[in-house]
């Protein structure tokens, strides 16, 4: 049984960091490309990001309203995924999602429970 | 970037009912998906490929369409059908949703 589960959200202040984690189970995680998508309390659905498989290269593609403040990166040895935020905005205060990506149609097939991050003074 | 607009943002129905769901893109895409999300819940895939019924998903639930004009279908709403579904455009980057449609009593 695939198995995502986010952990690492919590509140912090603008301009803060903090790092999200996603412990994967129950498939090839080395070979699975993957992505985080975010939700804004009450709002819809917003693509962050989506990271390559290291045998395909590792490649990140980024939305712009968080490209050159997060950062996606895998570790294969211990089948996590992470999203490093930095100089957080109010706006970036939403529900984390990790989830699988499929790239022959580009969906996202799996998705872990979620966590919160609040960027608030 | 490829805009997605769902319509209606939310409809009222009733158990039993069909239900239909509209999602345009602003150009045209081959990779559609459809999710639902409930309260306080991960999205669930529905569909993908514009129609293609995930594993597991029932089948009162279709999609079709092409170009940029999609539908998702409920042909019989069942209780746990009421729930918000998004449409997601993956033809290009940046990845996008649709803005949601809140399917209520």
């Known amino acids: ?121 | 970037d490829i805009q997605m607009t769902q319509s209606p943002s939310s409809v009222s129905a009733s158990v039993a009912d069909r239900v239909t769901i509209t999602c345009r893109a602003s150009q045209g895409v081959s990779r559609l998906a459809w999710y639902q999300q409930k309260p306080g819940k991960a999205p669930k895939l529905l569909i993908y490929a514009a129609s293609s019924l995930q594993s597991g998903v029932p089948s009162r639930f279709s999609g079709s369409g092409s170009g940029t004009d999609f539908t998702l279908t409920i042909s019989s709403l069942q209780p746990e059908d009421f729930a918000t579904y998004y449409c997601q455009q993956g033809n290009s980057f940046p990845l996008s949703f649709g803005g949601g449609t809140k399917v209520e009593i």
């Open chain 1, 1 to 121: 049984e695939v198995q995502l589960v986010e952990s690492g959200g919590g509140l912090v202040n603008p301009g803060g960091s903090l790092r999200l984690s996603c412990a994967a189970s129950g498939f090839t995680f080395s070979n699975a490309w993957m992505s985080w998508v975010r939700q804004a309390p009450g709002k819809g659905l917003e693509w962050v990001g989506r990271i390559k498989s290291t045998t395909e290269g590792g490649t990140v593609e980024y939305a712009a309203p968080v490209k050159g403040r997060f950062t996606i990166s895998r570790d294969d040895s211990k089948d996590t995924l992470y999203l490093q935020m930095n100089s957080l905005k109010t706006e970036d205060t939403a529900v984390y999602y990790c989830t699988t990506y499929t790239t022959s149609w580009s969906y996202f097939d799996y998705w872990g429970q979620g966590t919160l991050v609040t960027v608030s003074s």
